[in-house]
């Protein structure tokens, strides 16, 4: 098991940009697939972006691709979700999420912990 926190949340204005953080801690970071997940009020938790255990292979939700970059840095057992030009349709919960399989995949079943949450607000 792996304990997840997350922190970086925040209000901004469209167009901004945001870094999101999870910190790790527990069993072997670098063995996990992460991945990051969001809920917006009144919909359900919908995928965002995840990442191998290796740091390769990234995937993205249509949504975000091109204005959103997963890394992680398996020296500080952290993984990040910088968001760029974000939108008033962003905001939302994100939560972080570990796949103890290590490959990082689209489907919420796969992932076995998860985070707190950290909230986003995205103001036009």
């Known amino acids: 098991q792996v304990q997840l926190v997350e922190s970086g949340g925040g209000l901004v204005q469209a167009g901004g940009s945001l870094r999101l953080s999870c910190a790790a801690s527990?069993?072997?970071?670098?063995?996990?697939?992460m991945g990051w997940f969001r809920q917006a009020p009144g919909k359900e938790r919908e995928f965002v972006a995840a990442?191998?255990?290796?740091?390769?292979?990234?995937l993205y939700a249509d949504s975000v691709k091109g204005r959103f970059t997963i890394s992680r840095d398996n020296a500080k057992n952290t993984v990040y979700l910088q968001m760029n030009s974000l939108k008033p349709e962003d905001t939302a919960v994100y939560y972080c999420?570990?796949?103890?399989w290590g490959t990082g995949e689209t489907n919420s079943a796969r992932y076995d912990d998860w985070g707190q949450g950290t909230q986003v607000t995205v103001f036009s």
């Open positions: 990442i191998s255990r290796g740091g390769g292979r990234p």
């Open positions: 527990g069993r072997a970071f670098t063995t996990y697939g």
């Open positions: 999420a570990a796949d103890k």
